[in-house]
């Protein structure tokens, strides 16, 4: 296993209030990293951001991306991980649809694109844009696009691969021009910030007046981090360096000077969070049957935590919040 630095975080970076601890002893899930870490919540009031603690400092976060999704607990066979392969993509195509509901496909359809599939198309940042999937989609969809990552190797192959331009490390330094941008996506990027006012001030600065902003990240109110306290997927430590709940993520883009439009909470795909923080929790390695039962019941546990949004609003695996940069 590696050893990466980790220094307390008595207080909140984006305000500097004092915090209570949410949760301790979350441990790398990816299973590289030696050590455990934890996240305290903000005390203040108008705050409320829950940031980790301990935290690499910025010269060695590169250690916690060496192996970045890239490492899988793979156990059986190729014919049994065909198998449950091909069973994810039977309930996916809705072939088996055991537990899918008409909301949770809705869901599903508008976030493919972002929310965005129905506004009218012009240019397009998509910040963290990693491996470019949501990018090349946006970009067959009419959008001129072009996406920012802090990995350089990343944005190289989405130049390649899809013949987009892009712009390596933090968005404030990519100086990118003034009131350029018709809209703006962060899809699972904001969790991974140092200092995400500062990248929302500078998601303000470069829209157009009137210009989207449409992020999505982690829920740390929602059900499944209530449920499975330090297995749950969504820690993601020591790479998630602050979450939110839909209230602080509010608030926090109001401050930077955004108008609000829509923050709520979604459970399509939590499917996977569900399955693999459960895989986590057991700890031991998993037969293909284990695995396919494991499979089902995220799907199941997707479906219902759908349906509990009706009496427990914003508890949902992932936070949905659009915002519009003011007219004047
Ligand atoms: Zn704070």
């Not at 949760?23 to 108008?46: K, M, V």
């Not at 049994?80 to 899918?100: E, M």
């Not at 600065?205 to 829920?219: E, H, Q």
């Not at 795909?269 to 995220?298: E, F, H, I, M, P």
Request: charged residues 20%; proline residues 5%; hydrophobic residues 40%.
């Amino acid at each position: 296993m590696a050893i990466i630095t980790s220094n307390p975080q008595p207080l909140c970076a984006l305000c500097g209030s004092a915090g209570n601890v949410v949760q301790t002893g979350i441990s790398d899930p990816d299973g590289n990293l030696d050590g455990t870490w934890g996240f305290q919540r903000c005390a203040n009031p108008e705050c409320g951001v829950c940031w980790l603690d301990p935290a690499p400092p910025p010269d060695e976060l590169w250690k916690a991306y060496a192996t970045y999704h890239t490492h899988t607990r793979k156990s059986g066979n190729r014919a049994a991980r065909a198998a449950l392969s091909l069973v994810h993509r039977l309930i996916r195509l809705g072939l088996l649809p055991l537990w899918i509901c008409n909301g949770l496909k809705r869901e599903a359809d508008y976030l493919r694109f972002m929310t965005l599939a129905n506004e009218p198309t012009g240019t397009l940042l998509d910040v963290g844009c990693g491996g470019g999937r949501l990018l090349n989609r946006m970009k067959k969809h009419g959008w001129r696009v072009e996406g920012t990552d802090f990995d350089a190797q990343a944005t190289q192959k989405v130049t390649a691969r899809y013949g987009i331009k892009t712009h390596v490390g933090d968005l404030a330094r990519c100086g990118l021009p003034a009131n350029s941008f018709d809209a703006i996506t962060m899809s699972q990027a904001i969790e991974h910030l140092y200092d995400p006012a500062a990248t929302l001030r500078e998601c303000l600065r470069i829209l157009k007046p009137g210009g989207l902003l449409v992020m999505t990240t982690p829920n740390v109110d929602s059900l499944g981090a209530n449920g499975f306290g330090a297995f749950w997927r969504g820690w993601e430590a020591p790479r998630h360096l602050h979450l939110f709940s839909v209230g602080s993520l509010r608030r926090l883009t109001q401050r930077a000077g955004f108008e609000v439009i829509e923050a709520r909470t979604y459970s399509a795909g939590a499917a996977v969070v569900y399955r693999v923080s459960r895989t986590l929790q057991r700890a031991k390695n998993l037969s293909w049957l284990d695995q396919l039962g494991l499979l089902l019941w995220g799907y199941r546990k997707e479906s219902q935590e759908y349906r509990a949004q009706a009496l427990q609003p914003n508890t949902g695996q992932n936070i949905l919040l659009r915002a519009r940069k003011p007219l004047n």
